[in-house]
């Protein structure tokens, strides 16, 4: 690894003082080998379950740190935070095993799921307040409140102490590989867990390569290490709502600007694939942060090919609403689903043709809106078509064209692609 740089680096023994604080709340996770990822990348990859935690994230290690340190009159006032997914529920939970009031700040369009999981979790200690449609509004919120009353505000990334809670899953990793470790690959939204990560394993594993990952739709990490200074995206793809932030943590981008080996980004639509996989072929359930790191190893399969390598499964938190828009996304990545505009002439018979001479034997109509015009010769819908194989596309453009059937591609113009996805 680098020279460490920083003003702040999380400290071997701070992280082994968070280790003793948490172990009352925050399960020892498995650390288990996967023979699929293994054969398929002829690697040893063991997968640091944070699934299994009692939150279904690692974010209770982080939170339950931060507020344990806190003081008697701090803790009295109460603590706030804004979250709309694992911090909330962390926090939530910290609250209640510490008998100590919290509230927590939430976007109004929070899926009401979530809502109930974090309630669940913090009992009649935690008070949830829906504020806003989105996470910035909830953060104002929530940052009010803790001006005026004088509350503590739970940082989810950006605060050494939840820093350090999310390096106890570096000195698991150490204590439980039998072997030394060449790769850990790490997902990344504001940080923190990378962070932690960084400060554990540098005073434990030097040797050890820690790889960054994160969405394609929402690079602030590698958009920021790329411009050697944090940047705030204007925009990003909310998608991976584990890792998705527009700008990540002073403190961690500083340490992970001194400490990371690698910094990669993944398509959502990959990371869609993987979750599919990882539940129909592993019995795993993981939420789209949960996946990337695993995804990822498809761009590093020249790399790993022999050796040790550790994916932290970061979090299980997955609502089952979402299952046709994975679906959804990893068919449109696999070039499997595409979505074309069809001129059919109003006459009788159009459809049959169209089914009947346009499509494959393996095509298959998954989506049809269409609305009849008298006036014109031809009457525009929009179709989704599922392919069996990608190769089959153009044979099925041509067959639209000889026709007459054809009118425009559509996944290629995301002005009108959005939606439809």
Do not use: W
């Not at 460490?4 to 082994?16: A, G, K, N, S, V």
């Not at 996967?34 to 699934?51: G, W």
């Not at 209640?96 to 009649?124: C, R, W």
């Not at 169209?354 to 049809?368: C, K, M, P, S």
């Amino acid at each position: 690894m680098s020279t460490i740089t920083t003003t702040y680096f999380p400290q071997l023994e701070d992280i082994q003082k968070a280790a003793s604080t948490i172990k009352e709340v925050a399960m020892v996770t498995p650390l288990m080998n996967s023979i699929r990822y293994s054969r398929r990348y002829e690697a040893n990859v063991l997968l640091k379950r944070e699934d299994l935690q009692r939150v279904r994230s690692y974010k209770i290690r982080g939170a339950f740190n931060k507020i344990s340190s806190l003081s008697k009159e701090e803790l009295a006032k109460g603590v706030v935070c804004a979250s709309a997914g694992n911090h909330a529920q962390g926090v939530a939970f910290a609250c209640n095993h510490l008998e100590i009031e919290g509230t927590i700040y939430m976007p109004s369009v929070t899926p009401k799921q979530k809502v109930a999981q974090t309630q669940m979790f913090g009992g009649d200690h935690v008070k949830i307040v829906l504020e806003g449609d989105t996470f910035d509004d909830s953060y104002k919120a929530a940052m009010a409140i803790c001006n005026a009353e004088g509350k503590t505000f739970v940082h989810p990334f950006d605060d050494p102490k939840t820093i350090e809670g999310q390096g106890t899953i570096g000195l698991e990793i150490i204590e439980q590989s039998e072997n030394s470790i060449d790769y850990i690959f790490v997902a990344i939204g504001g940080g923190g867990l990378a962070s932690g990560l960084c400060g554990a394993i540098h005073a434990l594993s030097p040797q050890t390569k820690i790889i960054g990952v994160e969405p394609e739709g929402a690079p602030s990490m590698f958009t920021s290490l790329q411009n050697n200074k944090n940047t705030e995206l204007a925009e990003i793809d909310k998608f991976i709502d584990g890792a998705a932030v527009q700008k990540v943590g002073d403190y961690n981008f500083d340490i992970c600007k001194s400490a990371l080996s690698d910094m990669y980004t993944v398509p959502e639509g990959l990371v869609c694939q993987t979750i599919l996989d990882l539940y129909n072929r592993d019995a795993i359930v993981v939420e789209p942060a949960g996946a990337l790191t695993l995804a990822a190893l498809e761009f590093y399969k020249d790399k790993i090919k022999g050796k040790n390598v550790v994916c932290i499964v970061s979090g299980s938190n997955n609502d089952i609403t979402r299952t046709e828009e994975i679906k959804e996304r990893a068919l449109l990545y696999a070039d499997l689903k595409h979505y074309f505009i069809v001129r059919f002439p109003q006459r009788a018979g159009a459809l049959k043709q169209f089914v009947g001479e346009v499509l494959g034997a393996n095509d298959d109509i998954t989506h049809f809106e269409y609305s009849k015009k008298s006036s014109r010769e031809n009457g525009p819908a929009v179709v989704g078509i599922e392919l069996k194989d990608k190769k089959d596309l153009q044979p099925l453009i041509t067959r639209m064209k000889e026709l007459n059937f054809f009118g425009d591609y559509l996944n290629d113009k995301p002005d009108l692609f959005q939606f439809l996805v």
